[in-house]
């Protein structure tokens, strides 16, 4: 007990909280660790890169959250139609960027964040556009939907008022849910003409590394909208035939240390998969970057997963490195496919719906920044850093107790069977 209450102590010193002096035993033990991608293995701090917009692409300058930057197309002037996608980048987002002491600070989610930014940078005042346009109702994002819907009363083209749905979620969803989008000419044409080249700079943006969403739009006019609302029906019955506006791409770089703490863990025996709700594409480039296999990184999606059975699952587990596009039970089936082949596991999640997942691993792993307090309670440790390398460092650490512990109890049996022999003597 005095050995485990030291070493925890230590850890804690090393932004690793165990809950149990029990579970350094298990720490010790972990061979197979699940990580979070965004945040924990990288740095959590998106930057727009790349706007496409009438199927042409858009550089992005600038770093971090300060506005300063400019949107610059490849040739000619920026489209009109920019501006629609920008102002729902803006609106479409609950995320606030504030300049104080000489510096910009992101208040809410790092991805709106960098929407913010973006929309600053192509001169949209966001904070004045949110009081002129308030929101009048709205379409929480969910994991399982993977979009946001925001609704608000706006002009159209002949000054009559409306009510404009902005959304903004994985391209492919939103893709899905379009009957049109933005075309080359500016006007809105059949999605299903433009669905080829919007799948070519969706797969390019992700293959570089990028995190892409899509933002479209859909009108409503006052009477068809008051005749919804009265009837008292759920607003995301609403997200259907869209009109695309454009794809952006977001930059989170790795976290330095991530690819040395994974190249740590593979010499010490340990397996690190990388579990993202990002495209397959972005989440096996950045599984290659951070060097999560020796060969090929194989990349999985939430929906090839729902094809398997169990049995496939146990054939196919060790290969696949990366799991891409999956809902939080997902997580709980990859737990217990792993668990069912003798390995011992630690899960991360900092959601709500990832607190099962954590019960289900042997070591649930918390975010401590930006957990939510469910999953800290379902957690057996919690990072206080939402760093990668803390977890490596943590099960270091634990096998040092382990052995410590082991050590001292043959130490005390030894010395029990001298004891013995001298008393017969």
């Known amino acids: 007990a005095v050995t485990l209450a030291i070493g925890v102590a230590k850890m804690a010193k090393k932004n690793a909280i165990v809950?149990?002096?029990a579970s350094v035993e298990t720490l010790g033990c972990t061979s197979i660790i699940c990580s979070d991608k965004t945040g924990t293995l990288t740095l959590n701090e998106m930057t727009a890169r790349r706007v496409v917009v009438h199927g042409t692409e858009h550089k992005v300058s600038g770093e971090?959250?300060?506005?300063?930057?400019?949107?610059?197309?490849?040739?000619?002037?920026?489209?009109?139609?920019?501006?629609s996608a920008l102002l729902a980048m803006a609106l479409c987002n609950d995320a606030v960027i504030r300049h104080e002491n000489?510096?910009?600070?992101?208040?809410?989610?790092?991805?709106?964040?960098?929407?913010?930014?973006?929309?600053?940078?192509?001169?949209?005042?966001?904070?004045?556009?949110?009081?002129?346009?308030?929101?009048?109702?709205?379409?929480?994002?969910?994991?399982?939907?993977?979009l946001m819907a925001t609704f608000h009363e706006v002009a159209d083209s002949s000054g009559a008022a409306i009510i404009r749905m902005f959304v903004?979620?994985?391209?492919?969803?939103?893709?899905?849910?379009?009957?049109?989008?933005?075309?080359?000419?500016?006007?809105?044409?059949?999605?299903?003409?433009?669905?080829?080249?919007?799948?070519?700079?969706?797969?390019?943006l992700a293959s570089e590394g990028l995190r892409v969403l899509a933002v479209a739009q859909r009108d409503f006019s006052i009477d068809t909208w008051a005749e919804f609302t009265s009837s008292g029906a759920d607003p995301a019955l609403l997200v259907d035939e869209l009109t695309l506006l454009a794809l952006i791409g977001i930059v989170d770089p790795p976290r330095p240390e991530a690819t040395a703490a994974i190249a740590e863990a593979r010499r010490a025996g340990i397996t690190v998969k990388m579990i993202?709700?990002?495209?397959?594409?972005?989440?096996?480039?950045?599984?290659?970057?951070?060097?999560?296999a020796e060969g090929e990184v194989v990349a999985v999606t939430g929906a090839d997963l729902?094809?398997?059975?169990?049995?496939?699952?146990?054939?196919?587990?060790?290969?696949?490195s990366v799991f891409?596009?999956?809902?939080?039970?997902?997580?709980?089936?990859?737990?217990?496919?792993?668990?069912?082949?003798?390995?011992?596991v630690a899960m991360t999640g900092d959601g709500v719906n990832d607190a099962p997942a954590l019960k289900k691993a042997d070591m649930g792993v918390a975010m401590g920044i930006t957990g939510t307090e469910v999953t800290k309670e379902a957690a057996t440790m919690v990072l206080a850093d939402d760093n990668f390398a803390t977890i490596v460092g943590a099960v270091k650490r634990g096998r040092t107790i382990y052995d410590n512990i082991v050590k001292f109890v043959r130490f005390q049996l030894s010395r029990s069977e001298e004891h013995t022999s001298e008393l017969q003597s």
């Open 19 to 21: 809950k149990r002096l």
């Open 64 to 83: 971090g959250y300060s506005p300063d930057g400019t949107i610059e197309r490849m040739a000619g002037e920026l489209p009109f139609t920019m501006d």
């Open 102 to 146: 000489d510096e910009w600070n992101l208040v809410g989610d790092p991805t709106e964040g960098a929407l913010v930014v973006l929309a600053a940078k192509g001169g949209l005042d966001t904070p004045e556009l949110r009081q002129r346009y308030p929101r009048i109702a709205e379409v929480p994002f969910d994991s399982a939907t993977k």
């Open 168 to 204: 903004k979620g994985a391209p492919d969803v939103v893709m899905a849910r379009s009957a049109s989008a933005i075309g080359p000419t500016g006007t809105a044409t059949p999605i299903a003409e433009s669905a080829n080249q919007l799948v070519q700079h969706n797969d390019r």
């Open 276 to 292: 993202t709700g990002d495209h397959a594409v972005t989440a096996q480039a950045i599984g290659t970057e951070l060097g999560l």
């Open 306 to 320: 729902d094809r398997m059975d169990d049995d496939e699952l146990d054939r196919r587990i060790d290969e696949i």
């Open 324 to 344: 891409a596009r999956v809902a939080p039970e997902h997580k709980i089936r990859l737990v217990a496919a792993l668990q069912r082949k003798g390995n011992v």
